[in-house]
C-alpha cells in the first residue's frame, strides 16, 4: 500500500496537478485583495480557497505515510507543514493576517521546474563569491558618502548634511534613481560635482554591481557543468549495467549450446 501511495505522489500528472493547485490558490488569494472581486465572488473564492486547502493537507499526510522518518529531512516538506499549520490553525482578529502566509507556498514551483532549481541552487553556490563584493561596494558606499558630506553638505543639506543622508542619497544614486536631479542640485555650487558623480556610477554601476553578475553567470556554469558530470557518470554506469547482463546473457547462451551439443 505504501509503494502504490509512493508511486501517485510521484507521478507527474499528480505533480502538475498539485502544481496546478498552487497557481489557483495564489491566484484566488491575490483577487481577494480586490474589494469589487469579492463582493460578486467572495462565497467561490472561499470554497476553492478551503478545496485547496483539503487538497494540500492530503498531500501532507500522503508524505507523512511514505517518507516517515525521512519526512523531516527535506526543507520543502517542513516549509509545507509550517504553512499548512498557519492556515489550519484558528487565528482571529488581527492575527488573521497570519493566514495570508499561504501564498508562500507558490514558491514549491522553485523545486518543481528544472530551471529555476538551477536558478537557485547558482544562486545559494554564488554568496561566497557575493559577500567579498557587498563588501567592497559597502566600502566605496562608506568612502564616497564621506566624501560628499564634507565637499556638499552644506550646499545641498538635504541630500548630503549627515553621513547616513549621503549614504542614502548615493545608494539612490547607484541605482539610477533621479541622480541627474540631484547632481544639478549640487553642481549649482560646486560644478565640477559631475566629476564625482560620474566616477562614482562608474565605479558602483559598471564595475562593482556587474561583479554580481559575473559571479552568478560562474556558478550557474558550474551548476551545469556538475548536472552534465552527472548525467554522464548516469549513462555510464547505466551502459556498464547494459553491457553486464549483454555478458552474462551470452554466457548463459554458450552454457546452453554446449548442453545441447553433450546431449
Known amino acids: 500500500m505504501r509503494e502504490r501511495t509512493r508511486a501517485f505522489i510521484e507521478h507527474p500528472r499528480f ?14 488569494l491575490g483577487l481577494e485583495t480586490v474589494p469589487a472581486v469579492v463582493e460578486d465572488y467572495g ?10 486547502l483539503y487538497v494540500f493537507v492530503a498531500e501532507l499526510l500522503a508524505k507523512i505515510y511514505v517518507e516517515r522518518s525521512r519526512f523531516p529531512r527535506d526543507p520543502w516538506n517542513i516549509f509545507d507543514t509550517v504553512i499548512v499549520a498557519v492556515a489550519l490553525a484558528p487565528f482571529a482578529g488581527g492575527l488573521s493576517v497570519l493566514r495570508s502566509l499561504r501564498i508562500l507556498r507558490a514558491l514549491r514551483l522553485l523545486s518543481v521546474v528544472p530551471s529555476l ?10 554568496m561566497p563569491g557575493m559577500s567579498s563584493i ?3 561596494l559597502s566600502l566605496v558606499l562608506y568612502v564616497a558618502a564621506v566624501m560628499a558630506t564634507k565637499l556638499y553638505g552644506d550646499t545641498a543639506p538635504t541630500r ?3 553621513l547616513p543622508t549621503s549614504l542614502f542619497t ?7 534613481d533621479d541622480w541627474g536631479n540631484i547632481a544639478r542640485e549640487v553642481m549649482r555650487n560646486h560644478p565640477s560635482a559631475w566629476i564625482f558623480f560620474t566616477i562614482f556610477i562608474l565605479v558602483c554601476t ?9 559571479v552568478v553567470v560562474s556558478a550557474m556554469e558550474e551548476e551545469s557543468a556538475a548536472e552534465r558530470a552527472e548525467l554522464v557518470d548516469d549513462n555510464t554506469v547505466s551502459s556498464q549495467l547494459i553491457l553486464s547482463e549483454l555478458t552474462a546473457l551470452r554466457k548463459e547462451i554458450a552454457e546452453l549450446r554446449e548442453q545441447r551439443v553433450l546431449d
Do not use: E, K, P, W
Not at 462565497?43 to 485547496?52: E, G, R, S
Not at 538551477?118 to 545559494?124: E, K, M, N
Open 15 to 28: 505533480q502538475r496537478f498539485i502544481v496546478g493547485i498552487i497557481v489557483l490558490n495564489a491566484a484566488t
Open 43 to 52: 462565497h467561490l473564492l472561499t470554497v476553492v480557497d478551503h478545496v485547496a
Open 117 to 126: 532549481r538551477r536558478v537557485v541552487s547558482a544562486l545559494l553556490r554564488a
Open 134 to 136: 557587498v563588501l567592497l
Open 160 to 162: 548630503f548634511g549627515s
Open 170 to 176: 548615493l545608494y539612490q544614486t547607484m541605482t539610477g
Open 206 to 214: 559598471f564595475v562593482v554591481l556587474n561583479l554580481f553578475m559575473a
